[in-house]
């Protein structure tokens, strides 16, 4: 990142660091195999690092119907960064 004299940002180049042994496991647990409309779902979500240690950290949870929206496969935060941080 490149500051001015007032530590306003100038210029910023995003880093992506891929480790392919730094893996994070996410598993998702809910309280039925099925459920009906409008019926309480209980989930827990638990992440664990390659060692299987507990991680601990601010997670985002999109649940949605997959007969009403469909998997799009082609975006996701890889392929963003990668190629959309240079076209501005």
Same mark, same amino acid.
């Given at each position: 990142?490149?500051?001015?004299?007032?530590?306003?940002?100038?210029?910023?180049?995003? &880093?992506?660091?891929?480790?392919?042994?730094? &893996?994070?496991?996410?598993?998702?647990?809910?309280?039925?195999?099925?459920?009906?409309?409008?019926?309480?779902?209980?989930?827990?979500?638990?992440?664990?690092?390659?060692?299987?240690?507990?991680?601990?950290?601010?997670?985002?949870?999109?649940?949605?119907?997959?007969?009403?929206?469909?998997? $799009?496969?082609? &975006?996701?935060?890889?392929?963003?960064?990668?190629?959309?941080? $240079?076209?501005?």
């Amino acid at each position: 990142m490149l500051l001015d004299e007032e530590l306003n940002p100038v210029s910023e180049r995003l &880093v992506l660091n891929i480790n392919e042994l730094d &893996v994070t496991t996410i598993e998702i647990m809910t309280n039925n195999s099925s459920f009906g409309l409008r019926e309480r779902v209980g989930v827990t979500v638990t992440a664990s690092d390659a060692s299987g240690q507990p991680l601990s950290d601010s997670f985002s949870v999109s649940v949605t119907d997959n007969e009403i929206v469909t998997y $799009d496969n082609s &975006v996701n935060i890889l392929s963003t960064l990668l190629l959309t941080s $240079d076209l501005q």
